[in-house]
Nanobody
Framework: HVQLVESGGGSVQAGGSLRLSCVAS????????LAWFRQAPGKEREGIAG???????SYADSVKGRFTASRDNAGYKFSLEMNSLKPDDTAMYYC??????????????????WGQGTQVTVS
């Protein structure tokens, strides 16, 4: 089992930047996709980025070119750098662990563990 603790988030004006971080503990020796999701009020939770154990990275079209996902070599920490933020990016953001090789999927059904979530507000 993997536990996740998020940090970062907050409020920013449109065009600004924020950085989210997530630290994994537990069965971190296994190969996983480390993924980011977000959920805006009244909308479904959507996958926006994922970094697989082989280093491959996937992005949703809505954030491609603005957000950068990364993970450290040990696989314990991963981050989401968010630039050129828009009001439409306002949501609760969640880090997650998914099976290795599933980063290209934006579905929530394969998620193994969730972080507690952190609010991002863009005005």
């Amino acid at each position: 089992h993997v536990q996740l603790v998020e940090s970062g988030g907050g409020s920013v004006q449109a065009g600004g930047s924020l950085r989210l971080s997530c630290v994994a503990s537990g069965d971190t020796h296994m190969r996983y996709c480390l993924a980011w999701f977000r959920q805006a009020p009244g909308k479904e939770r959507e996958g926006i980025a994922g970094v697989d154990s082989d280093g491959s990275i996937s992005y949703a079209d809505s954030v491609k070119g603005r957000f950068t996902a990364s993970r450290d070599n040990a696989g314990y920490k991963f981050s989401l750098e968010m630039n050129s933020l828009k009001p439409d990016d306002t949501a609760m953001y969640y880090c997650s662990v998914k099976p290795y090789g599933s980063c290209s999927s934006t579905s929530t059904t394969s998620v193994i563990s969730w972080g507690q979530g952190t609010q991002v507000t863009v005005s």
